[in-house]
């Protein structure tokens, strides 16, 4: 034993810890028993060796990380030997690491009693005396109790001491619960920093043993468990590297932690699954769920972990959410789902620019576990379970909540598709997937099945989300099930007809309807795909259609079948407006709406009369009134989208409050959406509010100014067209009746509704992290209601002004993700098509509106994007831009400031006064005379010779004739900058007091007249301040000389001009400043 503690410290001092270590338990392998034969003083000797070695071990495993075996060590060590004061010193060590200061603070104090010059033990009391001190949140007095309230002082309590203790130790564990979820960007580092991960997993440990060991009390050793792994999970939500840290220190109570959701999950399904006192509360299955997303997460994404059994272990501990017959526990699979899928998509997107190979191998390893685990199949089957009619032996005392099925079947179809779409690259995979469970179940199911027809029914719901996402492959399903794919809309006919006998409850034949109903609409809202709808299913649409669906329950239905009706119509060309058949549909739509909207107020009425008696309670979301996952005013809005081509819709459409009403008072969803289950309060899914959007663009203008628009740069234009049109005899698509007049009055009416401008502003907000299809209608729709100068001023009130700000700026986004020269010089980015129209949107509405009633940041902020529409090519928007500039510039000096200290700012306009449009040029002239006086804007452009001469030729007489107004932006600017002398002799030396004094002779406007004689004044006023200036002598001398040739006639006019009333004073100052040169 002896030789063996030797070299094990040889190996300790060498720091070869692992060596040292096999060497002492090769060493305690080595101590003969108490039977050998050996003397007491013998036996004593090996016990103390036995000391030695595991009190040696204990300092070799403090140094690998090894708390737990550390203190077990020392203890064994304290156990024969009391007073030794290295184990207990190491033992403190050990409990530091551990988190267990209290027991640390006991070691060491132990250890100072009996060597009380122990440097080290000193030293350590301090550090512990100085944490509790900095504890000021209590982090640490928490931990404190939960460790001895489960695991006392040696780690070995009972099941009836740790009860005991359990109100302490649940107070303590939800304190920092609350704490950590009120300071999640602090508390949960504190925790991990002071030892609490260790300690919360030992607690993890000992309590799934103490499960697994007694059969009684079951309930209340599980409740304390649901609070710590709810603590576990709170932390894990804060960071990814707080995920890494908790993982490492697992020990293996994680997997003991999924082994017993599993038997948690498979106990469900036992004949007495509902027994709760061998339950876990709902909650801590719950929570272990939430935690294993979070270290799924972690493993594959941050970790990119080779242990492949881990990560399928943990992935299943995910699942076992979705495999439960728990509703709560199958959302929580869910969201665990989308969180991960959401963090990955981000993720990928970022390495997608860096390194192609590894986000695909990361999209790849997640498609290949969730084939081989099943996901695809878990999902359907969860779908199917949770529809009317489905029997698969369920032996539960309740049926679950049906705002809980609600949430669960709006939800995991967003789940299916997001999981498919990591197939994409694999066609053949893909393909097998969207055949094996969105179309074979519905082909192979029969009517007279009823667990069959909830399992087609749940392939109806997932091929419906599949369309959202990729139509094109959904639509191939569908046209690959035969009879040029009628084969399947068939079997859903099928399903519609046999729904008529079923003798269960009628909402429950009213929501399986809705979902087969639905699942046509989306088939017929493609490309192609109405050829796929066979006759029978459309008489069936139309007898629909055309019987008295009024109740609310029968509301959905009405609409899908709306919805269908409306697509046939419009895609195979037989609707025509007006017509009887158009005026029904188009009524009937207006309707829909209006009732949708009626409902879903009447349903939120509903849960604020709850919320008031019950203010714990949460609001439920409109998802979950309906089961398709669509509701009637989504139908509505897209049954909408399709006719609001046709002027006559358009005006209806207005007149109609109810139909405008519910269209612009739709749920937006929120900032916190994108964490980890807040799909359930989002609102409408995104191509809706492309609908919204869409719905507003052609409100707001005619169909033949956006004809007009799209035919700008095709090799003919518009007015060609028109008379092409006129030379055939034929009527020109450009010719819809919808005039001006009538564009201005929806306009007017729509821009009076707080709802419309409300949904504007969400949508250009939303537009942000949508599509640029969503964004494109926004902008374009901001744009149509900017063009009325009337309704201005309510779209800077309603914050339509300053959600513009920001896509107005697009194009420098898009430069910044494609990269290259353009990112980093502004000169070379190019406007797209959203950032030209939100930047003259917002320049239309600075024309016309005082820009001192718009808040100063929102002005600073649309300088950039004004500037860069100058530096566009087209020249509409240059001159509204400018227009725009002139009026900001106008406000303070710190708007004049911040126009010229933009980059490019002032050579922009400089170079545009060179524009080949009169109005160009006249409104780059205002807008620089607008920023003066700002010592810049004189430094560079009127302390420059080349410069003045044409800003002279500008002002001049016969500039005047051709453009007066740029004249006169001209001659205010020289006669406000001659103020200053330099100025004044730059302007005399490129011919200001020749130009000046032809207008003065000649010229008969007040306007120009005024600034001429200011302008000549000053000139004058720095040859007489110049007396004395040797330097000046000949330039002096040079330009009285000029002045006196014509003396005689300015001296002239200017006494006629004095009797002017408007122009008085200015010509009388001017004439004495000339009586004085000349004397």
């Known amino acids: 034993m002896e030789t063996l503690r030797a070299e094990g410290n040889a190996f300790f001092s060498a720091k070869e810890f692992e060596s040292a270590v096999a060497k002492y338990t090769e060493g305690l392998g080595a101590a003969p028993s108490s039977s050998s034969g050996l003397s007491r003083d013998e036996l004593k000797a090996v016990e103390m060796q036995r000391v030695l070695l595991w009190s040696n071990r204990a300092a070799c495993l403090l140094q690998l990380g090894d708390f737990i075996q550390a203190e077990k060590d020392c203890t064994l060590a304290l156990s024969i030997d009391p007073n030794n004061t290295k184990a207990r010193y190491r033992r403190a060590q050990a409990f530091m690491g551990l988190g267990n200061n209290a027991q640390a603070f006991k070691d060491v104090h132990l250890v100072l009693q009996y060597a009380p010059s122990n440097k080290a033990a000193a030293a350590l009391a301090r550090k512990i005396q100085e944490q509790v001190r900095e504890d000021v949140h209590g982090v640490q007095k928490a931990l404190d109790c939960i460790m001895s309230g489960v695991c006392g002082e040696t780690g070995d309590v009972g099941l009836k001491e740790m009860l005991q203790e359990q109100e302490k130790t649940v107070e303590a564990l939800q304190y920092l619960e609350m704490k950590s979820v009120t300071e999640l960007a602090s508390l949960p580092e504190e925790i991990a920093k002071r030892g609490g991960l260790v300690v919360l997993w030992r607690v993890v440990a000992k309590l799934v043993e103490l499960n697994e060991k007694e059969e009684e009390k079951k309930e209340k050793v599980l409740s304390i468990l649901s609070h710590v792994v709810s603590l576990l999970s709170i932390l894990a939500s804060a960071s990814m590297e707080l995920v890494g840290k908790m993982f490492e220190t697992n020990h293996g109570a994680l997997d003991k932690l999924l082994e017993l959701l599993h038997s948690q999950v498979a106990f469900e399904y036992e004949a007495n699954g509902s027994d709760a006192t061998k339950q876990m509360p709902i909650r801590g299955r719950k929570v272990i769920i939430r935690l294993a997303a979070f270290i ?223 699942c046509v609409a989306s088939i017929c809202g493609v490309e192609h795909g109405p050829a796929c709808v066979p006759p029978a299913l459309r008489i069936e649409i139309y007898r629909m259609l055309q019987a008295s669906l009024d109740e609310e329950d029968d509301l959905m239905l009405r609409a899908s079948a709306l919805s269908i009706q409306v697509k046939l119509g419009i895609v195979e060309k037989t609707l025509e407006m007006p017509s009887d058949d158009g005026r029904f549909l188009m009524n009937s739509v207006f309707e829909v709406l209006a009732s949708a909207e009626a409902v879903e107020s009447k349903h939120r009425e509903g849960e604020k009369v709850k919320q008031g008696k019950d203010k714990t309670k949460e609001q439920v979301p409109r998802s979950l009134l309906f089961w398709s996952g669509v509701s009637p005013k989504e139908r509505g809005i897209e049954a909408l989208s399709y006719l609001i081509t046709y002027t006559p819709v358009k005006d209806a459409f207005v007149r109609h409050q109810g139909a405008v009403a519910s269209v612009f008072r739709v749920q937006f969803p929120s900032t916190k959406d994108a964490s980890i289950g807040a799909q359930a309060n989002a609102g409408f899914r995104s191509n809706v509010y492309y609908g919204i959007g869409y719905i507003l663009h052609h409100v707001l203008t005619s169909e033949a100014a956006i004809k007009r628009k799209q035919m700008e740069g095709m090799e003919m234009t518009a007015d060609q067209y028109e008379e092409l049109q006129k030379a055939l005899k034929q009527k020109s698509v450009l010719e819809d009746g919808d005039t001006p007049e009538h564009v201005e009055a929806r306009v007017t009416r729509l821009a009076a509704s707080r709802d419309v401008l409300t949904t504007l502003v969400q949508l250009l907000k939303l537009s942000a992290t949508k599509s640029e299809n969503v964004m494109e209608m926004a902008t374009l729709s901001a744009l149509h209601a900017a063009e009325v100068s009337s309704v201005r001023g309510n779209l800077v009130q309603c914050g339509v002004f300053q959600a513009l700000i920001p896509l107005a700026l697009h194009h420098i986004a898009v430069a910044k993700i494609k990269g290259g020269n353009a990112s980093k010089d502004p000169s070379q980015l190019h406007g797209t098509k959203i950032s030209n129209a939100a930047g003259q949107a917002m320049a239309k509405i600075l024309i016309s509106t005082n820009p001192n009633l718009i808040p100063s940041s929102s002005l600073f902020s649309s300088i950039r994007p004004l500037l860069d529409l100058c530096k566009g090519d087209q020249q509409l928007l240059q001159f509204e831009a400018l227009m725009a500039l002139t009026n900001i510039a106008s406000v303070s000096e710190e708007t004049k400031a911040r126009i010229v200290g933009e980059p490019q700012g002032l050579s922009t306009l400089q170079y545009l006064q060179f524009s080949e449009h009169e109005l160009v040029r006249r409104a780059a002239t205002e807008a620089i005379c607008n920023l003066l006086p700002n010592d810049k804007v004189i430094e560079q452009v009127f302390m420059n010779e080349e410069k003045v001469r044409l800003w002279v030729a500008f002002a001049s007489l016969e500039d005047e004739a051709e453009d007066f ?115």
């Open 965 to 1079: 107004e740029t004249a006169r932006a001209a001659g205010g600017a020289l006669a406000m900058v001659s103020q200053v002398p330099k100025v004044s002799w730059i302007l005399m030396r490129q011919g200001g007091l020749k130009a000046f004094s032809k207008i003065i002779e000649e010229g008969s406007n007040v306007e120009t007249l005024h600034r001429a004689f200011f302008g000549m004044q000053n000139m004058l006023e720095a040859i007489i301040g110049a007396a004395k200036d040797e330097e000046k002598v000949d330039e002096r001398g040079k330009f009285t000389e000029e002045i006196k040739q014509h003396s005689v006639m300015l001296k002239q006019k200017l006494v006629a001009h004095c009797s002017k009333t408007q122009i008085k004073d200015a010509a009388q100052a001017c004439l004495a400043a000339l009586e004085q040169v000349i004397r």
């Open 296 to 518: 799924f997460k972690y493993l594959l994404i941050g970790a990119k972990s080779d242990d492949d059994a881990c990560v399928r272990r943990v992935l299943g501990g995910l699942l076992d959410g979705l495999r439960s017959r728990q509703r709560v526990l199958q959302i929580a699979a869910l969201d665990g789902l989308l969180h991960f899928i959401t963090v990955l998509s981000g993720h990928t997107s970022i390495l997608n620019n860096k390194d192609d190979n590894i986000a695909q191998q990361l999209k790849t390893r997640f498609a290949v576990l969730a084939q081989e685990l099943g996901l695809f199949s878990l999902l359907h089957t969860t779908a199917s379970s949770a529809l009317p009619g489905f029997e698969a032996g369920v032996n539960t005392t309740e049926a679950p909540s049906l705002e809980l099925t609600a949430v669960l079947l709006s939800r995991l179809p967003l789940v299916f598709t997001q999981c498919l779409s990591h197939l994409e690259g694999d066609d053949t995979m893909l393909k097998k997937m969207v055949r094996d469970w969105c179309v074979s179940p519905v082909l192979a199911a029969r009517s007279t099945n009823r667990t069959q027809l909830a399992q087609g029914s749940a392939s109806c719901l997932l091929l419906s989300a599949l369309f959202l996402s990729n139509a094109k492959l959904a639509l191939w399903a569908v046209q690959q099930t035969g009879n040029d794919g009628t084969a399947f809309l068939t079997r859903l006919h099928e399903y519609l007809s046999a729904s008529r006998t079923f003798d269960d409850a009628k909402t429950h034949t009213r929501q399986l309807q809705e979902i087969w109903v639905d």
